[in-house]
């Protein structure tokens, strides 16, 4: 489930508008879960704005309530990460009766190894099965890793320090 396109990603770039950023970045995302095996069939777009979900909560609460099964393993950001959206995606989903592992991202930016407000007793790293497949899916979110234009607020949203959190052979996941 893919709450939002991502299309505020980069909000005063003058190479792409939000529509063409949207569609951009919901083709990368297809792309991906097709390198990890994952057909576009069992995805959902929900389109919900971005950088805007705390708008939207009771919207994606029932979208979610539409699609999971009680039974189900959410994977959802981190409810304390640092991205307003990643915050509301992670409450909704640890909210939403079935087992939720949440997965920092942009924490590594702001966390260091003492830093209290990460709950460390709770994370644990999961080996990647197949890290072929997760690089696959990694290099196809083009409009994250490298710019999308000329200038500076076309720059890469992912930098080579923050990606390199992400091309590890594990997944740190709060349980």
């Known amino acids: ?78 409810v304390a990460d640092g991205h307003p959206d990643h915050e509301i995606a992670g409450l909704v989903s640890r909210d939403s009766g079935c087992e939720c592992w949440q997965y920092p991202v942009w924490m590594w930016h702001w966390a260091s190894p003492t830093d209290l407000r990460v709950p460390w007793d709770r994370i644990r790293t999961h080996e990647v099965p197949d890290r072929g497949a997760k690089l696959a899916a990694i290099a196809e979110f083009v409009t994250q890793i490298h710019p999308i234009g000329p200038h500076a607020e076309d720059a890469a949203v992912l930098p080579p320090q923050v990606l390199a959190r992400f091309v590890r052979p594990t997944e740190w996941i709060f349980s």
């Open 1 to 78: 489930v893919w709450a939002t396109d991502g299309e505020a990603s980069h909000p005063a770039t003058t190479a792409l508008t939000r529509l063409e950023l949207a569609a951009l970045r919901r083709a990368e995302s297809e792309r991906a879960l097709e390198a990890l095996g994952v057909t576009p069939s069992a995805t959902h777009h929900l389109g919900l704005p971005d950088s805007g979900l705390s708008d939207h909560v009771e919207e994606l609460r029932g979208a979610l309530e539409g699609i999971l099964r009680t039974d189900d393993l959410v994977i959802a950001p981190w």
